[in-house]
Structures are given as C-alpha cells and as structure tokens.
C-alpha cells in the first residue's frame, strides 16, 4: 500500500483508506461481525484512514470503530459532524460543537478526536469566520486534532481550501465526476490540504456490475435518493443518470479489462494516484470487497486519464460539470 505526501494532516496516510457509511446499515443490514470483519480485513491490507460521521447510524459506525481501534491504536478516524440537526448556519453553534464532539468522543472512545470534518454544511458556514474561531478553539482545548470540511461543490471546496486552519476538505471525486481535477487538486497541492475523495466508485456503478434492472433494497440510500428525494442529488450515482451511468460504466470496465484490472481496482488505483488525491474512501460491504478496494494502492501508474476524460466528456460533463 502507497502512502501518500505529508499535508496538514500532520502524518502520511494509506492511498485507500476505507469509508463507513455502509456499517451504520444505511446502505442495508451490515451486522456488527461482518462490520469488524471488515475493519480487520482492510487493516491487514494497508489501510490505516477510516472515515465516518456522527450520523451514520446515528452512531452505530463510530461505536463500531471505537471498539475496533481499542486494538489498533495506529488507526487514523476521520469523523464529521453538522446533521443532526436542520442545515442552517445558525445551528453551527459553538454549543452544538462541543455537544456533537463530545457525542463522538463517547463513541470512539476517544479523547481527542484525529480529524472532525464538517458535514457538508451550507455555504454561509464555509464562509463564516466564527465557524472557523470555534473550530480553532476546539483544537487549542484539546477536543480535536485537526478539522476539515467536507463539501458538495468546488466553489465550497476552495473556500475551504483558502483558510489557514483547514487540514482536509472531503469531495466527491471519480471517473464520472471530474470537475475537482479543474482547480480544486492544484489549489490543495499549493496549500498543503489533504483531499480526501469520496463515493470514488459512483455509488458502485464503476464496479461495473449493475444493469438497468439492478434493483436495490428499500433503506438503500440508491434506491431512495436516485432523484434527490433526501439529500444531494449528488450523493448518490454521482448524480448521473443511472441507465446512462451503466452503460458508461461498461465502457470503462473495457479500459480496465485493456490493463489487467477490474472494474473496481482500476478506478480507484487511476484515482488515488492523481496529483492532489490524498486518499481515496471506498466503503465495502465485506471481507472481499475490502481486501480488492485495498489492493488498488499497490497497482502501478495507470496512464488511463485521456481515455477516462474523453468517456466523462462525452457523457456526462454537458450534464453534471457545473452543477458541483
């Protein structure tokens, strides 16, 4: 497993960490054995960053890590905060702060939080320079480590880029959404920003094994939020139109197949060796999954950009480019 530059994060992190959405059963029932199982399987791998929230679960994943990181002290977590309650600025409270933290705290079993992101906040927060005195505060008092910001667009992205205290800023970054490579990569390299780059595998359409009559489980977020019907759009298939993102993803599957990859390795691997990518955050549903997501920070340099930027060209950036 490569490990990645040093970035205000303060310490060098595996190139495929793991995210885990999915073991708070938002995605469909992950018991808690399958759940460590995972953990287990992708520490063995080489992973060493875990990403959560205070929400997944509503906190289900957190406990779930905190018993697992008991064990593995070594572990970096990455946690969010900020939707527990209505996406307001005015919610973004020091007394929420500290409420949310210590929630998370509790959880993890932990003192001082590694890294606490904001969880896709409105704009205004990102703009907020009180916002941004609580946070510093938090790391002063010991509550945190560092924070970071996860966002929905680029303009938020640079936002966040652009304030001396953030370590990190958390955006969707694939195949099918290519946008950050634009300015946000080159602006987080200048800065010395980790990128952390999420849903990397389109909800698992890059996998390449959906069709158009792939139905999901009711409490799947793909089957209940296919049109923004709960949250951004954005989230869920990258926002593409699923029928045109299957067979986009048979495309790719073609170029992956062309270098000796799967589908799944070959997007994650091109991804997290793009100049500014810190660290890539599949989520995995069980022991091989994880083990396949974690080998992609060993493949060698993949020269699949052209390919990669014509097939987003020509299906997708009239569509989604300037929507995030």
């Not at 932990?110 to 009180?130: F, G, K, Y």
């Not at 080159?186 to 139905?215: E, H, M």
């Not at 923004?228 to 048979?250: K, L, N, P, R, Y």
């Not at 060698?300 to 987003?312: F, G, K, N, S, W």
Request: net charge negative.
């Amino acid at each position: 497993m490569r490990t990645t530059p040093l970035t205000r994060l303060g310490r060098p992190v595996s190139a495929i960490g793991l995210g885990t959405w999915q073991l708070g059963a938002d995605w469909g029932d992950v018991s808690e054995s399958d759940a460590t199982a995972i953990l287990e399987a992708s520490v063995e791998s080489g992973v060493t960053i875990f990403d959560t929230a205070d929400v997944y679960g509503d906190g289900r994943s957190e406990q779930i890590i905190g018993r697992f990181a008991q064990s593995h002290p070594e572990i970096f977590i990455a946690t969010k905060m900020g939707r527990r309650l209505e996406q307001v600025p005015e919610n973004y409270s020091m007394e929420n702060f500290r409420a949310w933290i210590d929630r998370s705290r509790a959880n993890l079993g932990m003192d001082t939080l590694d890294l606490v992101q904001l969880h896709c906040p409105p704009s205004a927060v990102i703009e907020s320079d009180a916002v941004f005195d609580n946070l510093d505060t938090l790391v002063t008092e010991g509550a945190i480590a560092r924070y970071g910001v996860s966002v929905e667009t680029a303009a938020q992205a640079l936002t966040a880029i652009a304030r001396p205290g953030v370590a990190s800023v958390q955006i969707i970054l694939n195949a099918f959404r290519l946008k950050p490579l634009d300015a946000v990569l080159p602006a987080a390299s200048d800065a010395g920003v980790a990128i952390i780059a999420r849903v990397p595998l389109a909800s698992g359409l890059l996998s390449g094994k959906y069709t158009k009559d792939t139905i999901f489980a009711a409490d799947d977020h793909r089957n209940y939020n296919r049109h923004g019907e709960a949250f951004d759009v954005g989230e869920t298939f990258s926002g593409v139109d699923f029928d045109e993102g299957v067979a986009a993803a048979q495309e790719f599957s073609a170029l992956a197949e062309g270098v000796g990859l799967t589908a799944p390795v070959a997007a994650l691997a091109w991804l997290s060796q793009l100049p500014g990518v810190t660290t890539v955050i599949p989520g995995a549903r069980n022991v091989r999954q994880a083990t396949s997501n974690a080998s992609a920070g060993s493949v060698d340099q993949l020269a699949l950009t052209p390919q990669i930027t014509e097939l987003y060209d020509r299906r997708f950036r009239a569509e989604i480019h300037d929507r995030w």
